[in-house]
């Protein structure tokens, strides 16, 4: 596997529901970062993790929960979502300097998972 | 509160016409201004990014070009093939953040 990875790829979920989506990066990066993509919106960030510690909520509802066990892995838990929040489910890395700023980072994302709320 | 707005929403071109995508941006923080491409069933991969010291950045059919004080940044492709068919994101962001505020996109359809 290479760059960013993502499972699954598409997921149909009833309201009540519980479910993760998975994210694993393989270039070794510090910094992940989950993204919502919804039609003609710009693309919202959700949650970032530098070194595994979580720097940005970024006023997402609760029924998100991220999680992140490594700097090569990102979950984010699914429970009793609403109808809007189906969307596609960016996940993507970049790489911090230890310590320092981003530089310029670039972010380079997995093919997403397209998830539809009943 | 958008930070970037970009336009068209959707555009048609010719194979071998030239597609031009506008943004433009409020926070004159801004230092850093990375466009996006994105393919269907894909993430949005880097296509080339400018910082606003230059006025203008080409890599191959592509070129940013780059107005300070106007606060807009444009991309170019030249000679477009079907194959650059695809959604295509402007974005910006403070050089030492990890926030790119992106545009909503346009998607580009190369009619051979």
């Known amino acids: 596997e290479t760059g960013v990875t993502q499972t699954p790829r598409h997921l149909v979920m009833g309201m009540t529901n519980k479910k993760s989506l998975k994210c694993e990066q393989h270039?070794?990066?510090?910094?992940m970062y989950w993204y919502k993509q919804s039609a003609k919106k710009p693309l919202e960030l959700m949650f970032v993790?530098?070194?595994?510690?979580?720097?940005e909520n970024n006023s997402v509802p609760s029924r998100f929960s991220p999680e992140c066990p490594n700097s090569s892995h990102l979950f984010l838990h699914l429970h009793t979502l609403q109808p809007e929040d189906s969307a596609l489910y960016l996940c993507a890395s970049s790489q911090r300097l230890a310590g320092g700023p981003f530089a310029y980072n670039e972010q380079f994302f997995g093919p997403g998972t397209r998830l539809t709320v009943l | 509160q958008q930070q970037v707005k970009q336009s068209p929403q959707s555009l048609i071109v010719q194979k071998g016409g030239i597609s031009i995508i506008n943004c433009a941006y409020e926070?004159?923080?801004?230092?850093?201004f990375p466009w996006y491409q994105q393919f269907p069933g894909k993430g949005p991969a880097l296509l080339i990014a400018i910082r606003p010291d230059v006025s203008e950045k080409k890599e191959g059919r592509f070129t940013i070009s780059f107005n300070k004080s106007a606060k807009q940044f444009s991309l170019h492709i030249m000679d477009s093939q079907p194959g650059d068919s695809a959604t295509y994101f402007c974005?910006?962001?403070?050089?030492?953040?990890?926030?790119?505020?992106f545009g909503a996109g346009t998607t580009v359809t190369v009619r051979a």
């Open positions: 926070n004159t923080a801004f230092d850093y």
């Open positions: 270039l070794g990066h510090n910094a």
């Open positions: 974005a910006a962001s403070i050089g030492n953040d990890y926030k790119l505020s």
């Open positions: 993790y530098n070194f595994k510690e979580q720097t």
